[in-house]
């Protein structure tokens, strides 16, 4: 299957500062990006997704002004956490599909523990 | 918010056990796919099941999407302790590949 990579697998950051995760698609281009949230032992909640060239749409109670989202070319999506604050811990992972598949490919996720 | 009702939650299973595993839902999925995941890394697809009452196995595990499309089952048999990890369905309610909504998880323990 097609490879997704995300970097960094984890982060520990301070209260009040900024994160940024990145989702790369190595092998193939991905027209849509999905970025996922999973606290511990639940399952994973989709929080946005973006499609190359266009702006994300956010799922109902997710902050667009926290969770930035850029998708500027086929094969890098960012999410970057503003104001990263205790509750904000958690393991964030990205899906990557192309237009003409419907399966979408997993990065190994980002464990951020912010402090 | 959450529409899949996976179960079980949990299973401890001694190896060579046959295990099976289940997710039903309201309403009507076009798509069911089956993931696991390890500790600390990302879903890994296992199955994909594209048509109601479609059974496609993979390996030693099996799954099907039910024929009202609202509920599909995944079999692992003979497990061995590298089965062990959380076991997700999803569904799609699109074919052209719309966002997924997950299962709670099933969490499989193997007992050497």
């Known amino acids: 299957g097609a490879v997704v990579s995300q970097h960094p697998s984890w982060v520990i950051c301070k209260s009040g500062t900024s994160v940024k995760i990145e989702c790369r698609s190595l092998d193939f281009q991905a027209t849509t990006m999905f970025w996922y949230r999973q606290f511990p032992k639940q399952s994973l909640m989709l929080m946005a997704t973006s499609n190359e060239g266009s702006k994300a749409t956010y799922e109902q109670g997710v902050e667009k002004d926290k969770f930035l989202i850029n998708h500027a070319s086929l094969t890098l999506s960012t999410l970057t956490v503003t104001s990263a604050h205790p509750e904000d811990s958690s393991f964030y992972i990205c899906s990557a599909r192309t237009s003409w598949d419907t399966e979408a490919f997993f990065g190994q996720g980002t464990r951020l523990t912010v402090v | 918010g959450q529409q899949l009702n996976q179960s079980p939650q949990s299973m401890f299973i001694q190896e060579g056990e046959d295990v099976s595993m289940n997710c039903t839902s309201s309403?009507?999925?076009?798509?069911w796919l089956w993931y696991k995941q390890d500790p600390g890394e990302g879903p890994v697809l296992l199955i994909a099941?594209?048509?109601?009452?479609e059974l496609t196995s993979n390996g030693r595990l099996t799954a099907q999407f039910g024929i009202t499309r609202k509920d599909s089952f995944l079999n692992i048999s003979a497990s061995i302790p590298s089965d062990v990890g959380i076991y997700f369905c999803a569904g799609q309610k699109e074919t052209s590949g719309s966002r997924l909504t997950f299962g709670e998880g099933t969490q499989l323990t193997v007992n050497p």
């Open positions: 099941l594209y048509k109601a009452g």
């Open positions: 309403s009507i999925f076009n798509t």
